[in-house]
Every structure is written in structure tokens, then in C-alpha cells.
């Protein structure tokens, strides 16, 4: 059974940092395209940001810069460092796996206040 549990969540100060952490079990890992996404009231589940098993990333336009995703494979687990937090990029943000098919985490509250 696929689990994706993310952590790290809360409420900052516009400026501030948060890490987020996505603890995958149930898939092999390596082989998997891992991201992060969100979503904010009123709008719909946007890509923040993708990495492939090889290492690549991509990002969207509004956190290019701002935000780092990568991963661990000895741990299981993909990381979103998101800095310089700005009260637009208040969401839920939710954990990404795939391969062959898609897997989703809970999502993690992120709100950022001005």
C-alpha cells in the first residue's frame, strides 16, 4: 500500500521559510517522479515543483528561485525548502509520486501571513 506523509507545514511571516518533508512508503523510491503541488481556496491544484528519478527539476514561474525540491532515496523522502514565503503562496500543499500511476499525500497546511 502507497503512503505519502507530508510534514512541516504551519504559519510564517511573509519573508519567512518553511521545509516541507513527503516520507514515501510502499513504492520503490528511486524509481519514482516525485513533486509537490497545491492549492489555495477557490483555485485549483497547481504544480510547484517536479523531480525525476535522475535527478532533474522544474519548477513553476512564481517560486523559480524561491523554492528547492530534491530528494533522499536513503530516506524515502522529498524535500521542498520554500524561502522567502509571500501571502500568495498560502495553500495546501500536497506530495506527488508517480510511476505508471499517480500517488497523493494529505497535504500540509502552509499560510502566510502579511
Known amino acids: 500500500q502507497v503512503q505519502l506523509v507530508e510534514s512541516g507545514g504551519g504559519l510564517v511571516q511573509a519573508g519567512g521559510s518553511l521545509n516541507l518533508s513527503c516520507v514515501a512508503s510502499g513504492i520503490t523510491f528511486r524509481l519514482y517522479t516525485l513533486g509537490w503541488y497545491r492549492q489555495a481556496p477557490g483555485s485549483q491544484r497547481e504544480l510547484v515543483a517536479v523531480?525525476?528519478?535522475?535527478?532533474?527539476?522544474n519548477y513553476a514561474d512564481s517560486v523559480k528561485g524561491r523554492f528547492t525540491i530534491s530528494r533522499d532515496t536513503t530516506k524515502n523522502t522529498v524535500y521542498l525548502r520554500m524561502n522567502g514565503l509571500q501571502p500568495e503562496d498560502t495553500a495546501v500543499y500536497y506530495c506527488y509520486a508517480n510511476w505508471v500511476r499517480d500517488h497523493w499525500g494529505q497535504g500540509t497546511q502552509v499560510t502566510v501571513s502579511s
Open positions: 523531480i525525476a528519478s535522475g535527478g532533474s527539476t
